[in-house]
């Protein structure tokens, strides 16, 4: 029973930004229904699986839901997905939103049969702009929030992309908050709204809030851009073995850092390491510095000596290598489970802690359509209506240990 017992939320969205933001809120306690189309969350079908359309990504961002298959192409589809909003407290959609008007199930149409309900779309951009009805995706949208470019400014002059849907996942979290946000305001009016949480500008809020630098001041200070982030030199530094990621950043930290190596002779000798002002203004040199003297020991002789100078450090971690971390087994991130049609699956825990209400996932990553007929009947619908809507093709269950439709 976590701390968001009792919410029930309409999940319409499909791939990983929306999926992402309502498995959190399933996560924290909310029953959530997954609509999907009878074609199925494209998502199902990336990476390796056991069994069709149950793919890794699918089922690391829809557990903690129920799934139900609708045709809402379909008169009696639409009309069945509106009788599971009359009592819903959240819609969520990340469709183009003109996508939704086409399907009569806009604001406007949502809100007549339930004015309570939180319509929270996620969609590219902001509607009030020319970009509106343009097509996004995490690629595009990274582009134009400038993350590329910035690479461009590190490496060589070549742009490129994070290796990790990145823009899906801030945008996802966000989208949390600002669900959350319309609860509260609806818990205090009696009356719900549509929130729209635009991709775009979302992420440019997210990069620009670290590299505005003197752009922020009219005229301009500067061109813009963090210099310490920028610097060519800041990576994970090499050892005699290998990488590890230490941050030598306060006054503090490098005091100690000289003590532990036996160098406090440098800030003496060497004006650029004397104060914060002046490792800042010659980042690179200081960075560079630095990736010679990390070369002299091992990475595990490394770890070791900054953690005992209380200088901030971690090891760089490949995707077994933190499976393996001590941390995250001590504090029981890494579960291993038995899925019901997967067989045993790694899943990661809620980062979050409650001391009341603690939040854990509820359930596994669906089959498709699993939870149909259990999702209808519990709006009302009589046998005989859910048989005649499958033999319709309008509802469709999952059949077996795999995604199969019948």
């Known amino acids: 029973m976590g701390p968001l017992a009792g919410i029930r939320i309409i999940d319409m969205t499909t791939v990983l930004m929306g999926p992402y933001a309502t498995q959190m809120l399933g996560d924290f306690g909310a029953d959530v229904i997954k609509v999907e189309a009878p074609e199925g969350d494209l998502v199902r079908k990336i990476g390796p699986a056991r069994n069709e359309g149950m793919g890794p990504i699918y089922l690391n961002a829809n557990r903690s839901k129920r799934s139900i298959t609708l045709d809402l192409k ?15 407290d959240v819609l969520v959609y990340n469709v183009r939103a003109k996508a939704m008007t086409r399907l009569g199930l806009s604001y406007e149409d949502v809100a007549a049969v339930n004015p309570r309900l939180v319509y929270a779309g996620m969609f590219g951009y902001g509607q009030d702009g020319p970009y509106a009805a343009r097509p996004a995706y995490d690629d595009l949208i990274q582009g134009g929030a400038t993350i590329p470019y910035l690479f461009s400014r590190v490496n060589e002059g070549k742009p490129r992309y994070v290796p990790s849907a990145m823009a899906d996942r801030v945008v996802g979290l966000v989208a949390v908050g600002a669900i959350l946000a319309s609860l509260v305001e609806r818990d205090r009016t009696g009356v719900g709204q549509r929130v729209d949480i635009p991709m775009f500008e979302t992420m440019v809020g997210f990069v620009m809030g670290d590299h505005m630098g003197g752009l922020t001041f009219d005229p301009p200070l500067d061109a813009g851009g963090y210099p310490r982030q920028l610097s060519t030199e800041r990576r994970p530094y090499q050892t005699k073995d290998g990488y590890v990621c230490a941050l030598i950043y306060t006054d503090g930290h490098w005091d100690r850092f000289f003590a532990a190596i036996g160098r406090t002779d440098i800030p003496a000798a060497d004006p650029r390491f004397r104060s914060f002002v002046a490792r800042m203004a010659n980042v690179d040199e200081v960075y560079g510095a630095l990736s010679d003297i990390f070369l002299t ?8 000596l900054l953690e005992k100078a209380d200088v901030p450090a971690m090891p760089m971690h490949d995707f077994e290598g933190v499976l393996k971390d001590p941390h995250l087994a001590a504090t029981g991130f890494f579960k291993l489970e038995e899925h019901p049609s997967e067989g045993t699956i790694r899943t990661m825990a809620v980062p979050a802690k409650w001391s009341r209400s603690p939040a854990s996932p509820s359930r596994h990553a669906p089959r498709q359509g699993e939870h149909s007929e259990e999702v209808l009947r519990e709006a009302g619908f009589s046998d005989a209506e859910i048989d005649d809507m499958l033999e319709r093709g309008i509802v469709r269950k999952s059949t077996g240990g795999n995604a199969a439709l019948a």
């Open 74 to 88: 379909q008169p009696e589809g639409r009309a069945a997905l509106l009788r599971l909003c009359s009592d819903a």
């Open 297 to 304: 020991r091992t990475s595990a002789e490394w770890l070791d």
